[in-house]
Structure formats: C-alpha cells, structure tokens
C-alpha cells in the first residue's frame, strides 16, 4: 500500500523492503480507501464529527504502513490447545503529537499501538513569519524510545515538524517516522533534506503553499477543523 522512494522524491508506489525503509525517505500511501477519505476530508462542508472520523480513519490505515518494520521478539503464548510461538512489538515506541491538530491522530494509532507511550509537543506557526513557535515540551530528560512517531495532520512548510525533529534528536532518539495527512512538496523536501534518515508517512501530497502558507488545494486548518473552532461567517 505504501510506496517507497528516496529521500527528497515524492513518487513511486513499490511496495518497500525493510532495508530500504530503514533508510528513510518518502512514503506515499496509496489505496483507493485512502484516496476515497482525503477526497471527503477536503470538502468545505464536511462537518467536523465526519473530518475527525476521516482523520482516524486515515491515521490508522497509515500507521499500519509505518509500523510495518517495528522490531519484535519471540513470544511463547498458550491457545486452548497447546503452546506455540509467536511474535511481540520489541522496545518502546513513543508517538509524538504535535499540539494541537496531532492529537486528532493519537487514538487511532494508539489503537493499533495500545503499548505506546505519548509524549506532547506544543508547536503553533507564527502568521507573521511563518515560523514555528514552541510553548510546550513534556519529553522527559532521560531514557528515549526507540521509536518515535510524529504526528501532525499537515506539513507545509515543514518548520513544526523540523523543529519537533530537532527536539527528538536531541533527546536522543535515532529511529523517526513522521506520519502527516497532506502534505506540501515544499515541507516534504525541507524535512528530507535536514533530516534524510527520517520516514515520512503521507496520504496526499500537493503541489504548493499560497501567499500565507497553507498548502494548495489542501483542506484548510486541520485543528479547526478537527476542534470545530472555525470562525463563522458574518
């Protein structure tokens, strides 16, 4: 379902292999469910309890493709019948939503996921420069996961979720995967080209940003959106 291609690229659907996914690189997830979702999850008059459905949706159906090379370990289980041998997800895996519009996506991965820890990131874009600022950070001093998983609906510019990187970096964590809706060409190579051992996980990629930086034709603001705290029209 997922395509693997090299860092900086957008195209492709071959299905990756392990190896070529602990690379990095752009991972477009291509299905026709997805495709089906993002369609309704961009019209206008989506109400928000349909896009927050939407957003699970597609938030699981993409977590399935990124967790496909998680590390395991044998596991010995007992069926009613007899004993037997089977796997369990080995180390700790972290998701790291990035505030506020990533928390649409906690649930369903977590679903997926019940054993993750999460740990917030509060990041919000100044509309004057279009730069990322940071007023939340609940990452603990010691001990990182092994993997972390960033969530965020939209990478346009790439600034929030490069700064977020920046912060997993520095907490010591070697193995990211960031997991975004819609994403711009523009933050995909911004992201791929500072941080190219990284996975980006993406439903949709669109071709431009307009003047104020929100990615064309896109679906607006997610976290609106996603909170039903749109402005209404006079």
């Known amino acids: 379902m997922a395509g693997a291609t090299a860092p ?9 292999d392990a190896t070529a996914l602990s690379r990095g690189g752009i991972h477009l ?3 026709p469910l997805v ?3 993002v369609t309704r999850m961009r019209r206008k008059t989506t109400r928000p309890s349909e896009f927050r459905d939407l957003v699970r949706r597609l938030a699981a159906l993409m977590a399935y ?5 998680l ?8 069926t009613p019948l007899c004993e037997t041998e089977g796997v369990q997800v080995r180390g700790r895996v972290g998701l790291v939503p990035i505030l506020r519009a990533g928390l649409g996506m906690v649930d369903p991965v977590l679903d997926l996921l019940p054993m993750a820890e999460v740990w917030h990131l509060g990041l919000y874009r100044d509309e004057a420069t279009a730069q990322p600022v940071s007023y939340y950070d609940k990452l603990p001093a010691k001990r990182p996961v092994d993997v972390a998983m960033v969530l965020d609906p939209m990478l346009a510019t790439g600034g929030s979720v490069t700064a977020a990187l920046m912060t997993l970096r520095e907490w010591g964590v070697t193995n990211v995967k960031v997991l975004s809706l819609i994403a711009a060409r523009e933050g995909i190579d ?7 051992e990284v996975q980006i996980y ?3 990629i669109d071709p431009e940003l307009n003047a104020h ?9 997610a976290g609106d959106r996603i909170f039903n705290t749109i402005e209404p029209h006079e």
């Open 190 to 196: 911004a992201v791929a080209t500072q941080f190219p």
């Open 213 to 221: 930086k929100f990615i064309v034709p896109g679906l607006g603001d």
């Open 71 to 78: 590390p395991t370990k044998p596991y010995r289980v007992e």
């Open 202 to 204: 993406v439903c949709q």
């Open 35 to 37: 495709e089906h979702h």
């Open 29 to 31: 997830v291509k299905h």
């Open 8 to 16: 900086g690229s957008t195209g492709g659907t071959a299905q990756p």
């Open 65 to 69: 493709e990124a967790t496909q090379d």
